[in-house]
């Protein structure tokens, strides 16, 4: 099995979401179908940038996540890009032999297989800021390919009203799937500084717009990796 690798990178804290803290090694897939208008990771989006990506055999993936992570067994996010557009199937087989284990983060536009095999699943929806379009019986397929998963969880990035008022909807949609929100940072250029205080301002800002709602069934959190080491990549 050949897989698009744009980077593998660790041991270092998941920045984000329910798994916010853990030690874990990261596998960004290169390429993705959608092309979201405040993408992070634009280098393992843009066709253009497909020369960097490495093609690897899952056994070369998994044994550059034994080498980073020192055999010690930890978690493995697969994030891209939009990893479910290839078979990591056999790679979180293995890894899962080991005692690894593996969290995804996709959007819900690709159903597969795998993702039954998943300690964490996360369908991160893009809301209208992005400029994408959710497709709903795409997400729905997900969440079924990801019923045997461990747990499943969401999250939404929100930059504005349009967006909040967004997740709110989509939340009633799926009541169930525990839901975290982030605020939106609009700097992805790695070589700007992060403007940190206006971060903060927008995580108040979303924060003080929940509670006002008595909208308690979301949890909000801040992008800790941004905190820490602004938008440079491999950390
Ligand atoms: Fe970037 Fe994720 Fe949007 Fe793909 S889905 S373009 S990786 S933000």
């Known amino acids: 099995m050949t897989l698009r690798i744009a980077e593998i990178f660790g041991p270092t804290i998941q920045g984000e979401g329910v798994l916010i803290g853990e030690p874990t090694v990261f596998v960004r897939a290169g390429g993705c179908d959608y092309r979201c208008s405040w993408c992070d990771s634009l280098h393992a989006v843009d066709s253009e940038n497909r020369h960097s990506w490495a093609a690897m055999q899952t056994e070369a993936v998994w044994e550059e996540v034994q080498r980073l992570s020192g055999g010690q067994p930890l978690t493995v996010s697969l994030s891209g890009g939009n990893p479910a557009i290839q078979d990591f199937g056999p790679l979180i087989g293995l890894g899962r032999a080991a005692g690894y284990r593996f969290a995804c983060e996709t959007q819900g536009s690709l159903a597969r297989p795998w993702f039954a095999a ?83 301002d927008r995580l108040r800002w979303l924060t003080e717009k929940a509670m006002a709602d008595r909208w308690f069934a979301a949890r909000i959190l801040p992008q800790l990796h941004v905190l820490i080491w602004g938008n440079k990549r491999g950390v």
């Not at 709110?168 to 839901?179: F, M």
Request: hydrophobic share 40%; proline share 11%; charged share 25%.
């Open 118 to 200: 998943l300690d964490t699943l996360v369908l991160s929806p893009k809301p209208p800021s992005s400029g994408e379009k959710v497709d709903w019986e795409a997400f729905d397929a997900c969440r079924q390919a990801g019923a045997g998963a461990r747990q499943q969880v969401m999250k939404i990035v929100i930059f504005d009203q349009a967006d909040y008022d967004w997740a709110r909807e989509v939340h009633s949609r799926h009541p169930d799937l525990p839901l975290y929100l982030q605020p939106g940072n609009p700097e992805v250029d790695p070589t700007v500084p992060v403007d940190l205080q206006a971060l903060a």
